[in-house]
């Protein structure tokens, strides 16, 4: 009961930012929530910054809200964000409980982003970096190295906002170029002050 109370609480704030920001929700997948921009709204030319302004918000967000409301001494909520741009298919699955998602290797690709990132911190492909320097280029960007990701092999990555201290493992990531960005995003207790990142 508490770990949904916590999910439920953060969801609410992440989705009144997704709404302010034109961002769509996808689902919440246990603790991961995945959202897309481009897809109800013509962002053709901003999706990835606005998406990339998202997961700053959220981070925020998540350092805000008490892992238990009743026991603050617990500590924050410390999130994982992992995007991605490229093409997606959008698509009804299922005929009782029909559920929207999309689907496609730009998803994939944010969640492994996500899975590959530091808790505390934004990491996106080296396409959709590109991308967010084209469309803001006042987003702080930070290269991050290469790693070897499942499926994908070796791919470049980069830090949005900032990067997290040099003893944290390197970690890379691929997209493609096209028209819409996907972000996951993984809520982790923190065993840290807000603000800080947990190993």
């Not at 499926?151 to 493609?176: C, D, N, Q, Y």
Request: hydrophobic share 45%; proline share 6%.
């Amino acid at each position: 009961l508490k770990v949904s109370d916590m999910l439920d609480r953060l969801y609410v704030r992440f989705d009144a930012i997704a709404e302010s920001m034109g961002i769509f929700k996808i689902e919440t997948i246990g603790d991961a929530y995945l959202c897309a921009t481009n897809l109800c709204e013509d962002q053709d030319n901003t999706h990835a910054a606005v998406l990339a302004r998202f997961a700053m918000a959220a981070v925020q967000a998540a350092s805000e809200t008490f892992v238990d409301a009743e026991n603050p001494d617990l500590g924050t909520v410390c999130i994982r964000v992992g995007i991605s741009s490229g093409s997606v298919t959008g698509c009804l699955i299922g005929t009782k409980n029909v559920k929207f998602t999309l689907l496609g290797d730009t998803v994939n690709v944010a969640s492994r982003m996500e899975s590959t990132s530091v808790p505390g911190y934004i990491q996106c492909t080296e396409s959709t970096a590109n991308m967010i320097r084209a469309q803001d280029p006042s987003i702080p960007l930070i290269a991050r190295g290469w790693v070897t990701v499942k499926g994908k092999g070796r791919m470049a990555t980069h830090w949005i906002l900032r990067a997290p201290p040099p003893t944290e493992p390197a970690a890379v990531f691929l997209t493609s170029e096209s028209a819409a960005s996907a972000a996951t995003i993984l809520a982790l207790p923190d065993d840290d002050p807000p603000g800080s990142a947990a190993a």
